[in-house]
């Protein structure tokens, strides 16, 4: 069966440092990855997508991901975080003929000047 | 082109009453898919509705049901509310599968492009 697993609850950043947040996945074949926003009170907004080719994929707002295969993981980055950044993060895989997403639990990003 | 709406944005009930949440998908869209977000327990999948039909389901009880209009909007009914139920619920609009697509093909029928929620209160 599908999972994600975000291992990390919350994040603290200050403005202009790197991020990175962790997304391990489990599924048996090639999976589609997902990476969600969520500011608070917000729906979700898709940030990036893999679903083939080049491993690095590029996304709205700055923000990257990586697809590594031998790791099972899809982490996001970015080089200099802005404070309009500080929201929940969600990854989330998909399937071929998709039905539903499987969501990992989020992180929190906060900000600090 | 207009995003996913849904409709109310805010929703309060009591105990044993019935709520009725509203979506309608990105034009050209007839896939909905609603989730649960509820506090601690991050995103749910709930239902699937493709062309009018429930295609699937997660693991909610029957009183969470819903329907697809031919206009391809949806509304999701809970039954018998409970205090448990408080939560934001979310509306996905992917492209949606159709018979005879050549499958596996990623395309941006997998991705799922969200409304903003109606965040549901039970008292």
């Known amino acids: 069966a599908q999972s994600v697993t975000q291992p990390d609850i919350h994040i603290t950043v200050s403005e202009g440092a790197s991020l990175e947040l962790r997304c391990n996945y489990s599924?048996?074949?090639?999976?589609?990855l997902f990476w969600y926003v969520q500011s608070p009170g917000q729906g979700l907004q898709l940030l990036l997508k893999y679903f083939s080719g080049d491993t690095l994929v590029q996304g709205i707002k700055g923000f990257e991901a990586e697809f590594k295969r031998s790791q099972s993981s899809f982490n996001l980055r970015k080089p200099s975080v802005h404070w309009s950044d500080a929201a929940e993060y969600f990854c989330?895989?998909?399937?071929?003929?998709?039905?539903?997403?499987?969501f990992g639990t989020g992180t929190r990003l906060t900000v600090i000047p | 082109e207009a995003g996913v709406t849904q409709s109310p944005t805010h929703l309060i009930k009591t105990r044993g009453q019935q709520a009725t949440l509203r979506c309608s998908p990105i034009?050209?869209?007839?896939?909905v898919y609603w989730y649960q977000q509820a506090l601690g327990l991050g995103l749910q999948f709930l239902l699937w509705y493709d062309e009018g039909e429930e295609r699937n389901r997660g693991n909610f009880p029957p009183r969470f049901s819903g329907r697809q209009f031919p206009n391809y909007s949806s509304e999701l009914n809970v039954n018998a509310l409970e205090l448990e139920d408080s939560a934001l619920y979310l509306c996905?609009?992917?492209?949606?599968?159709?018979?005879?697509?050549?499958?596996?093909?990623?395309?941006?029928?997998?991705?799922?492009?969200f409304g903003p929620g109606t965040r549901l209160l039970v008292l």
């Open positions: 989330a895989v998909g399937q071929t003929g998709a039905n539903n997403l499987f």
């Open positions: 996905a609009s992917p492209q949606g599968w159709r018979a005879g697509d050549i499958v596996p093909k990623p395309s941006s029928k997998e991705t799922q492009y």
């Open positions: 599924y048996g074949a090639t999976p589609y």
């Open positions: 034009s050209g869209h007839t896939s």
